[in-house]
């Protein structure tokens, strides 16, 4: 609701005010410290005062923190009774899942996730896609904005998660057509990509993908001009249709056609080590039902649609 604290920010609120110590709040809550952190500091923009004095060595209430306990422990009592009142009152139980989707891979590789729900003892259910890169969807993960996340391969599972490796997308090449080689009607090499600049990512925003993919160029020898790589699907393709540069994505995104942009891939040496690796998160407590029946829906048809389209 705009303008009102979230009841995860009040319950993040309240359990540092209780240790008066953003480790054990954090352990608490099942939080590494950063996403607790960002809750608290979104509060207190919210508020527009500080809630808590902190220093290296202690943590203490101000004046409007300490203000805030007693309306923000009945604001919680208030809502759990609502729930509680809305339960009693009967009918079949809706359950809900909020499942993260990185935006590197095309959608269509994903089958449709409100059968996922189906199958499980009771109850009707809805699901909530939200899309967006790993790292976002890994602290949604972890703040319990989300359910269960697929993303690419991070460079250390956190401890409060569970990744499980779902498949590898091998990397192709996304040229303009006008600038393909005469006698490129199969794959391509990165010698036939000539001078063509290259639209590159940041390091930050997938750290396992850009070293893999650097130290592939350098044994090759491919050391291209680099250019920022768009944020966006469409802006990447326009720029690659126009001919001002080339880009690896992977090859589900084949299915996303512009005019003017041909996709080709690489040697099978190359994409052996060249590869994009899709991982399913979900929180190492997690013990809701329909979410775990979501966890093996996914793992066992993506590994094994993948492994087929892939291989054709």
């Not at 979104?42 to 007693?70: H, I, K, Q, Y």
Request: hydrophobic share 45%; glycine share 6%; aromatic share 6%.
């Amino acid at each position: 609701m705009p303008g009102h604290p979230s009841p995860r920010q009040l319950e993040c609120f309240l359990t540092v005010a209780e240790e008066l110590n953003f480790r054990r709040a954090a352990e608490r809550l099942n939080l590494s410290q950063p996403p607790l952190s960002r809750q608290i500091q979104a509060l207190e923009n919210l508020v527009g005062a500080r809630l808590f004095d902190r220093s290296p060595r202690s943590v203490a209430l101000t004046p409007a923190g300490a203000a805030m306990v007693a309306p923000a422990r009945a604001a919680l009592a208030m809502l759990e009774d609502a729930v509680d009142l809305a339960r009693a009152a009967g009918g079949p139980a809706v359950r809900r899942l909020v499942v993260g989707l990185t935006r590197v891979v095309d959608p269509s590789v994903f089958p449709d996730l409100e059968t996922l729900l189906t199958g499980t003892e009771d109850g009707a259910g809805t699901v909530c896609e939200t899309y967006g890169p790993s790292r976002a969807l890994i602290e949604q993960l972890q703040d319990r904005r989300l359910d269960l996340a697929l993303v690419a391969e991070p460079p250390e599972c956190p401890p409060d998660l569970v990744m499980a490796p779902l498949f590898d997308e091998p990397m192709m090449v996304a040229i303009a057509e006008t600038r393909l080689p005469p006698s490129a009607a199969g794959r391509l090499t990165f010698a036939d990509l000539g001078d063509l600049p290259l639209f590159w990512f940041r390091r930050m925003d997938n750290p396992v993908l850009y070293d893999t993919a650097e130290a592939v160029f350098a044994a090759a020898g491919y050391a291209p001009s680099r250019r920022p790589k768009p944020p966006h699907r469409a802006a990447l393709l326009n720029k690659v249709a126009a001919g001002e540069g080339v880009a690896f994505v992977p090859l589900s995104l084949e299915a996303v056609r512009r005019r003017g942009v041909a996709y080709r891939r690489l040697p099978p040496e190359v994409e052996a080590r060249f590869r994009l690796s899709v991982h399913l998160a979900h929180r190492s407590d997690e013990a809701r039902p329909h979410v775990l029946h979501a966890v093996r829906t996914l793992r066992d048809q993506l590994r094994d649609a993948r492994a087929d389209a892939i291989a054709s």
